[in-house]
């Protein structure tokens, strides 16, 4: 299958700050997603982002898909972007990453 | 339906026993994936199915571990003589098509094995 990996595994932020979460993927894949698991276990979805940029308030995403990898923006992070983000990419099914452990300090 | 939909939300067992969790994908989505998420740690992809198929049963741990789908809707997973290591957040994801269209997740199974 495919590997999918995230980093940096875990992040602690103060309240404001700006912060990148990087995604690395083996093979060409159909299509990427961003999640977000808040800390109550929910999976959000954040970003269904194949290729290019795409803007959701204070979050963003870009894709590169040539070059095998999705970065995801958080700014003026708030306590509530607490939790895990999960990066999946779409071969013949859905592979995960071990995901991004994010802590926003208030 | 509007959402993925997972019963039961909460389920305490005693090691030994059969449990079954279910999945109600949203409607119109011919895909189905189940996970497990163990306490702190990443997805675990266990079983999916395309229709009423399950083309890839690879990640199911063992054989006390099984899957249906029938009308190419509801999904069932079964777990037989519980473990206390089956105990997990079990769940369910719908997309339009094997491999295509957004995923989307349910709120998940929490099962506890005495």
């Known amino acids: 299958g495919i590997q999918v990996e995230q980093s940096p595994p875990d992040l602690i932020l103060q309240e404001g700050a700006n912060s990148t979460l990087r995604c690395n993927f083996s093979?060409?894949?159909?299509?990427l997603q961003w999640f977000h698991q808040n800390p109550w276990g929910q999976l959000i979805n954040l970003f269904y982002?194949?290729?290019g940029t795409k803007q959701n308030g204070r979050l963003s995403a870009t894709t590169v898909a040539t070059e095998r990898y999705s970065l995801l923006y958080i700014s003026s992070s708030q306590t509530t972007d607490s939790g895990v983000y999960f990066c999946a990419v779409i071969g013949n099914q859905f592979y995960f990453g071990t995901g991004t452990s994010l802590t926003v300090i208030p | 339906g509007a959402g993925v939909s997972q019963s039961p939300s909460n389920k305490v067992t005693e090691k030994g026993k059969d449990v079954e969790l279910r999945c109600d994908p949203i409607s119109g989505h011919t895909a189905l994936y189940w996970y497990r998420q163990s306490l702190g740690q990443g997805l675990e992809f266990l079983i999916y199915?395309?229709?009423?198929?399950?083309?890839?049963k690879s990640g199911l741990p063992s054989d006390r571990f099984s899957a249906e789908r029938t009308g190419g809707s509801v999904s069932t997973l079964t777990i037989q003589r519980t473990q206390q290591e089956d105990s997990a957040v079990y769940l369910c994801?719908?997309?339009?098509?094997?491999?295509?269209?957004?995923?989307?997740f349910g709120e998940g199974s929490r099962l506890t094995v005495l």
């Open positions: 982002i194949p290729s």
């Open positions: 199915f395309q229709g009423n198929s399950a083309p890839d």
């Open positions: 994801a719908s997309s339009l098509a094997s491999g295509t269209g957004e995923l989307f």
């Open positions: 093979d060409s894949v159909n299509n």
